[in-house]
């Protein structure tokens, strides 16, 4: 069975600074990675994801992830935030076409001024 | 384009009265359907999926209940409502052989 990972909670951020979201999974198969986000009583985005090819993905929003299969691990980066990306971001991975999709228990991130 | 909807937006209901919401897509036919529950904290539990007509599988035991009367149509209920049934549903669906999943825009569930 696969599961998901999310190493932090919270993560508090100055605007303007860089950022990072971890995420880490198990499978003994080959699986699809995704990173959503979600605004307050809202549904989920996708911003990237991760088929095959290139192990760094670029998203939506400035979001980049990259891919490491060694470590099984899929982190979310930006290089500078904004006040506007206060939300929570959920990773998850599927198997075999976005049968089944099994999510994080996500991180939410807070920009402060 | 492929849409979701997904209703009511909240609900407040007591404890013991019964639960149906109802999500439905459009534009795509023979979607796979999902609903999820995200309790406060704790991320998105999936609870139920749906390849065809009729097929549900469940992935928790619990109070709740889903059906797919329809190809597009996916509907959670439940009998007698419990506190603990209260949290944010969402529903989804992925094309046949699709990599990701497209979300409506949830429900709120307030049971008291």
């Known amino acids: 069975a696969q599961s998901v990972t999310q190493l932090d909670s919270q993560v508090p951020v100055f605007e303007e600074a860089p950022v990072e979201l971890r995420c880490n999974y198990s499978s003994s198969v080959s699986v699809y990675l995704f990173w959503y986000v979600q605004y307050p009583n809202q549904g989920l985005q996708l911003l990237l994801k991760?088929?095959?090819?290139?192990?760094l993905v670029k998203g939506i929003n400035g979001f980049e992830a990259e891919f490491n299969k060694s470590q099984t691990s899929f982190h979310l980066r930006k290089p500078s935030v904004h006040i506007s990306d206060t939300a929570e971001y959920f990773c998850?991975?599927?198997?075999?076409?976005?049968?089944?999709?099994?999510f994080g228990a996500g991180t939410r991130l807070f920009v402060k001024a | 384009s492929q849409t979701i909807h997904q209703w009511p937006a909240t609900l407040v209901q007591p404890v013991g009265s019964p639960l149906s919401l109802e999500c439905t897509v459009e534009?795509?036919?023979?979607?796979?359907l999902y609903w999820y529950r995200q309790a406060a904290g704790r991320g998105l539990q999936l609870l139920f999926y749906?390849?065809?007509?009729?097929?549900i599988s469940s992935e928790v035991p619990q109070n709740l209940s889903a059906s797919r009367p329809q190809d597009r149509q996916f509907i959670l209920s439940s009998k007698k409502l419990l506190l603990s049934d209260s949290g944010f549903y969402l529903c989804?669906?992925?094309?046949?052989?699709?990599?990701?999943?497209?979300f409506g825009q949830g429900t709120r569930l307030t049971v008291v």
């Open positions: 998850a991975v599927s198997v075999g076409g976005g049968f089944k999709t099994i």
């Open positions: 749906s390849v065809g007509i009729g097929q």
């Open positions: 991760y088929l095959s090819g290139s192990t």
């Open positions: 989804a669906w992925a094309g046949q052989g699709a990599t990701e999943a497209f």
């Open positions: 534009g795509t036919s023979n979607p796979n």
